[in-house]
Each structure stands twice: as structure tokens, then as C-alpha cells.
């Protein structure tokens, strides 16, 4: 893992993100994101998740408002024409989007917020919040992400197919990113994340 300052050391140079910050989370699909996202809000009640926006469909237990907000095209593009998102891409045939709002209103309260998103979303929080703290995270091998990705499910072959081949253009842009963890051990890279945040 290459470490770098904790956030609060970090200095601050285009936008300042005082008193909250920004952390961003981000790495192929089916990395282990999202699981590791839920330990370490377990662990630490105190960052906000941001919930996004999507027009894919409810996996099987995924709650609207929760997993996130489940929304069709049409709204979707609305909300892009009124600036609504801080960030958004197209993922596999779907679109992603963080809600704005929400977002600058925890960060002004202080909060510390953590975004999990895909690569192209993560490029446009890099260029507009230059300090916020962005964290890669990195499979042990192909095999073992397409491995994971199966397990959960939920894809179809074409799905499946589309997310491992844009993993592989995802993976060679790690090194943009401040922080490359490898999910190799759950716990490990959990512990990694943490003093990533903490120090
Ligand atoms: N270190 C690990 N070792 C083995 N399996 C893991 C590990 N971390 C996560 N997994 C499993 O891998 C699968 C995919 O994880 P998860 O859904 O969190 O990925 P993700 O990166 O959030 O995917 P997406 O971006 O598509 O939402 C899950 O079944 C999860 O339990
Ligand atoms: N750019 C954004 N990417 C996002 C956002 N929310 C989630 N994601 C990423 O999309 C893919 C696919 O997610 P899935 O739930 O369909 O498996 C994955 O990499 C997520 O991290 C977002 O708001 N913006």
C-alpha cells in the first residue's frame, strides 16, 4: 500500500472542503467496495455515505433511498440539465450520479463524507475537489474479481462481460488515485482504509 498524509493533515489547495472532507472510494465492480463501505460505516457511524442516484433496476433487498435512489432516465437527465449531481456517469448501459445537495450540505456541517463510484465519477471529483482523499481499491487477480463478481448473483453474462472488461481499463488507472489498496484479506484492507482515514 503507498500511504500518504491522513486527511486532516492534508493542506487544502484549489477548493477548501473545511470543516468537512471528502473521501472517494472507488475501483472496478465487484472489488469489494461496497462490503468494505459497510464495515467501515459499522465501525465508524460518524461519515456520512452518500446514497446515490441510478436508472438500473433493484437488485433483490437493495431499498430505495438507501441503497440508492432508484430513478428512471428521463428524471435522471433532468437532473443533469439542472446541475444536480456532483459528479455522474454512464456504467454498464445505466447512469450513476452523486447528488449534489446532500453532499455539500454534510460536508459544511462537518462531516466526512465518503462517495463509492466508478471510475469516470471519481476523475470528476479529483478535478473539481482536488483535496479530497481518493482511495483505489484493487483486486488480487481478474480471476478472483470475476470470482466475486459471480458470487453476488446478480448479473447476467452480458452485464457480467461488460463490468470485467471495463475492470481492466479501470485497473490501469490506479496509480491517478492517492491510495492503491488491494482487497486481497478482507480485514487487512479494511485496516488499511482506516488508516488511510485516520492515520
Ligand atoms: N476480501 C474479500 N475476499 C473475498 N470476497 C470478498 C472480499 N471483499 C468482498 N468480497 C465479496 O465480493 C463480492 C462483491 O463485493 P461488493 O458487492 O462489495 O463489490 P463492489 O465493488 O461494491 O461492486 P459494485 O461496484 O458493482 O457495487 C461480494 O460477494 C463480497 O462479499
Ligand atoms: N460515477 C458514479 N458511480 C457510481 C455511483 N454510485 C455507484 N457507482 C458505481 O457504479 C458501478 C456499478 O454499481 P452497481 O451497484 O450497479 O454494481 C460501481 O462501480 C459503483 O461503485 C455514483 O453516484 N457515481
Redesign the pocket.
Known amino acids: 500500500m503507498i500511504r500518504v498524509l491522513p486527511i486532516q493533515s492534508r493542506a487544502t489547495t484549489k477548493e477548501s472542503l473545511n470543516p468537512g472532507a471528502l473521501i472517494v472510494l472507488t475501483?472496478p465492480?465487484?472489488?469489494?467496495?461496497?462490503?468494505l463501505m459497510r464495515s467501515l460505516l459499522q465501525r465508524h457511524p460518524e461519515l456520512y455515505y452518500s446514497v446515490s442516484a441510478t436508472t438500473r433496476s433493484p437488485r433483490p433487498g437493495e431499498i430505495d433511498g438507501k441503497s440508492y435512489y432508484f430513478i428512471t432516465r428521463s428524471k435522471f437527465e433532468q437532473l443533469i440539465a439542472g446541475g444536480e449531481f456532483l459528479e455522474w456517469a454512464e456504467f454498464a448501459g445505466n447512469y450513476y450520479g452523486t447528488p449534489r445537495e446532500a453532499v455539500l450540505n454534510q460536508i459544511n456541517s462537518g462531516k466526512l463524507v465518503v462517495l463509492?463510484i466508478e471510475l469516470e465519477g471519481a476523475r470528476q471529483i479529483r478535478a473539481s475537489f482536488p483535496t479530497a482523499l481518493s482511495i483505489f481499491i484493487l483486486p488480487p487477480s481478474l480471476e478472483e474479481l470475476e470470482k466475486?463478481?459471480r458470487?453476488?448473483n446478480q448479473d447476467s453474462e452480458d452485464a457480467i462481460a461488460c463490468r470485467l472488461h471495463r475492470a481492466q481499463e479501470e485497473i490501469k488507472a490506479a496509480d491517478e488515485f492517492d491510495i492503491q489498496i488491494v482487497?486481497?484479506?478482507?480485514k487487512t484492507?479494511l485496516n488499511d482504509i482506516e488508516a488511510a482515514l485516520f492515520g
Not at 183 to 186: A, G, L, S
Open positions: 475501483g465492480s465487484g472489488v469489494g467496495k461496497g462490503t463509492e466475486r463478481i458470487s453476488r482487497n486481497d484479506d478482507f484492507a
